[in-house]
């Protein structure tokens, strides 16, 4: 593949990127560093109706946070900047003037309500209405107008729209990387509108011109611009451009069944379609994000790239750097991609499994120091914090999950859970509480190991059954049945701890 790898992102500044808007930016990403090529950010906000101030940001931000960063863009230089539609005006009047000189664009004077009388009609003659080869010729445009009408009304300052030519009785050959060859009859296409009448082109127009411009050598975007394709290689061929490759993305899938996974299912199927919390401007509603939920970027992105794509191996977890040697269009499947919550849970547990004890400390800091103002019963140094992490990091899913699972290394329990307090008091384990409690005493060198000799040397001598003995034990300590190796928990609280504990459980419960 030539070096000049160009792809870029493109999204419209509409409302928040859509997890499938990242998974097109990610795979956009992998496919340029994969052949040393440029990805690029550009903000296609021509349609100043769905406009949304925070949006760009907002855009700038998920990228930022995913950990995959645009070489050219928006806020950055670069050779082909201004990289925002609405900054490219002219670039955009100078082609169409192009077009329409090599007569493969029409002026189009029609007013909305004659259109849609002619739609009307159309209707009640059972039949559609399509703005093609045909119709045109019976409409009000430059192609059935005579070019002095043409000329007076434009000099009038009559409103109309530039439509595309679209050629009659000819085949459009499409070719896209991943969904193979294709091929449209142009008679069922429509002469679809380039520029509208407040003089800013429509999405087709400016997005191929920039593509021209930016020197895109491959577009890699969703597959609901399948069916502008056509339109898109006609236009490239209109003004003998070069087009670029096509690859266009399988649709994300609900999770259950069949169905696009729209921005509304977040909520209503509970986890979040978007990469950050987004507030809507006008309402106020605050949709979820994968950032605040407490995922990891890294495992948030290899879910991500999972969606659409394998690797053909065994191999799930990839760092980026991975991603990037491994990734391929032509291992994109052609079919829609289910979001699997689970599997998302998953990817996030294997990144909190690879976190060094040091780090995860790091991240539960801020989680711990509001529970470090009440009742102590030591000063948690990092040593404290690393082994307490290390003994419960397995357990947790997310950082958020820590407290929940470390509590009782730095709190008493405050309450024992009823249904574990059924299972494990009993009439006589006040008393077996206390015979424990001088084997605790006596346990001089307080290590894990050497708690759990002693005790389970006692009880084989008393023949008490390890339940009878763990269970409340645990219960002292962690006031559940939860937890780690109890004798992990008991060494690292410390003897003195450990044996208060005991004492409140015995004056509580006996
Ligand atoms: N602005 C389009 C979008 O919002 C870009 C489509 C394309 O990549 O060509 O998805």
């Not at 970027?297 to 794509?309: K, T, V, Y």
């Amino acid at each position: 593949m030539s070096n000049n790898i160009r792809v870029r992102f493109a999204p419209s500044p509409t409302g928040p990127l859509h997890i499938g808007g990242v998974r097109t930016a990610l795979y956009n990403y992998l496919f340029a560093k994969k052949h040393g090529g440029t990805f690029i950010l550009r903000i296609e906000d021509t349609d100043q109706k769905r406009y949304v101030t925070n949006a760009e940001k907002y855009i700038i931000e998920a990228l930022n946070w995913s950990g995959i960063p645009f070489d050219e863009g928006v806020g950055k230089e670069g050779k082909f900047a201004p990289y925002r539609q609405s900054e490219r005006k002219d670039i955009y009047k100078k082609h169409i003037q192009t077009l329409i000189d090599k007569d493969w664009a029409y002026y189009a004077f029609d007013t909305p309500e004659e259109l849609a009388t002619q739609r009307k009609q159309h209707e009640a003659a059972g039949k559609t209405f399509s703005y093609n080869q045909v119709l045109r010729k019976t409409l009000n445009n430059s192609i059935s107008l005579s070019k002095d009408e043409v000329s007076k009304r434009l000099d009038k300052g009559d409103s109309y729209v530039i439509r595309f030519k679209t050629p009659q009785d000819e085949t459009v050959y499409l070719t896209d990387i991943i969904r193979g060859d294709m091929k449209i009859d142009t008679n069922t296409l429509d002469d679809k509108v380039l520029f509208k009448s407040d003089g800013i082109p429509t999405y087709h127009f400016a997005n191929i011109v920039d593509d021209h411009e930016m020197e895109i050598s491959h577009v890699i975007r969703g597959e609901e611009w399948l069916p502008s394709l056509a339109l898109h290689v006609m236009l490239y061929k209109a003004f003998e451009w070069k087009a670029p490759e096509f690859a266009h993305l399988p649709l994300l899938l609900k999770p259950v069944g069949k169905g696009k996974l729209s921005k509304r299912d977040g909520d209503k199927l509970g986890f979040p379609v978007f990469p950050l919390e987004y507030t809507n401007e006008k309402t106020n509603e605050v949709s979820r994000g994968y950032r605040e939920d407490g995922y990891f970027p890294e495992a948030f992105i290899n879910m991500l790239a999972f969606l659409g794509w394998n690797p053909g191996t065994e191999q799930e977890l990839f760092s980026l750097e991975e991603l990037v040697a491994a990734f391929s269009l032509e291992r994109v499947s052609k079919s829609g991609a289910k979001f699997d919550l689970d599997k998302t849970k998953w990817f996030q547990q294997q990144y909190m499994k690879t976190k060094s004890d040091a780090e995860l400390v790091e991240l539960f800091n801020p989680y711990l120091e509001p529970h470090l103002g009440g009742f102590m019963f030591t000063d948690f140094n990092t040593e404290y914090r690393t082994k307490v992490v290390s003994l419960i990091k397995e357990r947790a899913t997310f950082v958020s999950d820590l407290w929940d699972l470390a509590s009782f290394f730095f709190l008493p329990p405050f309450e024992y859970d009823p249904k574990a307090t059924k299972k494990a008091w009993k009439e006589d384990t006040a008393e077996i509480m206390q015979n424990l409690k001088e084997v605790v005493e006596n346990t001089h060198s307080f290590t894990s190991d050497s708690i759990e000799n002693n005790v389970k040397e006692w009880i084989k001598e008393s023949e008490l059954g390890f339940g009878k003995v763990l269970m409340p034990f645990r219960l002292s300590l962690v006031g559940s049945m939860q937890g780690p190796h109890v004798f992990d928990i008991a060494a690292l609280i410390g003897k003195e701890e450990t044996l208060s504990r005991m004492n409140r459980i015995i004056k509580e419960l006996d």
